[in-house]
């Protein structure tokens, strides 16, 4: 099981925290997801690897940019 967070600028709303999630869930070993507008996090938990560059791309794909947090 791996747990990778990143940081999500340009959320502002719920509607924002749905589009994320909608996106990342799309991910194939993608278990859970928890997005917070409000502090911009993203935490993904997946059964296997988490590829960064996808999950990367689905919030690109939601109108977001994100970065993995230190």
Known sequence: MSVIEYQ???????????????????IGPVTQIDVSAATGRL???????????????????AGYEAVRAA
């Open 8 to 26: 999500v600028t340009g959320m502002t709303c719920g509607h924002c925290e749905m589009s994320v999630r909608e996106e990342v869930g799309k």
């Open 43 to 61: 935490v993904v938990t997946a059964a296997g690897q988490i590829d960064d560059a996808a999950v990367i791309a689905a919030v690109d794909e």
